[in-house]
Nanobody, 122 residues
């Protein structure tokens, strides 16, 4: 069983930056694809980014490409989401997820964190 805990959310002005962290328990963290998803009020959960087990391969939603960076530190069982040039439309609850298949759909991920809220004001 993998347990995930997100942190780093908060309120930020448009154009600002936040760095989200997701701490994972378990000794098999390095074998999982890790993803970030977000869910804005009244909207469906959407894919943000994912990273393969080694960290060598990443993918991003078009809406965040060039602004967000996903990374991982397997020695610390942690995945990060660096968010720059934040926009009001980035406001959402952000969720960390772990799975065995890299994908853009939530059903590709077996384990989920509790979420951390990001609010971007205009």
């Amino acid at each position: 069983q993998v347990q995930l805990v997100e942190s780093g959310g908060g309120l930020v002005q448009a154009g600002g930056s936040l760095r989200l962290s997701c701490a994972a328990s378990g000794r098999i963290f390095s074998s999982y694809v890790m993803g970030w998803f977000r869910q804005a009020p009244g909207k469906e959960r959407e894919f943000v980014a994912h990273i393969n087990p080694s960290g060598a391969s990443t993918a991003y939603a078009d809406s965040v490409k060039g602004r967000f960076t996903i990374s991982r530190d397997n020695a610390k069982n942690t995945v990060f989401l660096q968010m720059n040039s934040l926009k009001p439309e980035d406001t959402a609850d952000y969720y960390c997820a772990a799975g065995v298949i890299a994908g853009t759909r939530s059903e590709h991920y077996r384990y989920w964190g509790q979420g951390t809220q990001v609010t971007v004001s205009s």
